[in-house]
């Protein structure tokens, strides 16, 4: 069973950058495609950037695209997203998640496992 735990978030300005961390613990996630997805107050949980087992592959959700990075480091069994130019409407819960499986989803129904999550708020 694999459990995911993000940190890195917290409190910036508009403008600012920030990464968030996600390790895994209780088993390698060197062969799972994994994502980042955020939900802000009152809105679903949407997708925000994943990448395939291996780093070669990403997508970004077009709200994000120029600004976030998704990379991992399988030897540390984790994953960033690198955050630029933050906005106000980035203000969310950023959540980590991952899936049995080798290729990117950008759909919450195709992650497996997540983690609880870390506050992102971006002041104006």
């Known amino acids: 069973q694999v459990q995911l735990v993000e940190s890195g978030g917290g409190l910036a300005q508009a403008g600012d950058s920030l990464r968030l961390s996600c390790v895994a613990s209780?088993?390698?996630?060197?062969?799972?495609?994994m994502g980042w997805f955020r939900q802000a107050p009152g809105k679903e949980r949407e997708f925000v950037a994943a990448?395939?087992?291996?780093?070669?592959?990403?997508r970004s959700a077009d709200s994000v695209k120029g600004r976030f990075t998704i990379s991992r480091d399988n030897v540390k069994n984790t994953v960033y997203l690198q955050m630029n130019s933050l906005k106000f409407e980035d203000t969310a819960i950023y959540y980590c998640?991952?899936?049995?499986?080798?290729?990117?989803?950008?759909?919450?129904?195709?992650?497996?496992?997540w983690g609880k999550g870390t506050q992102v708020t971006v002041s104006s």
């Open positions: 998640a991952g899936r049995w499986g080798r290729l990117v989803r950008t759909t919450t129904g195709d992650m497996d496992f």
């Open positions: 209780g088993s390698t996630i060197s062969n799972n495609a």
């Open positions: 990448i395939n087992w291996s780093g070669s592959t990403t």
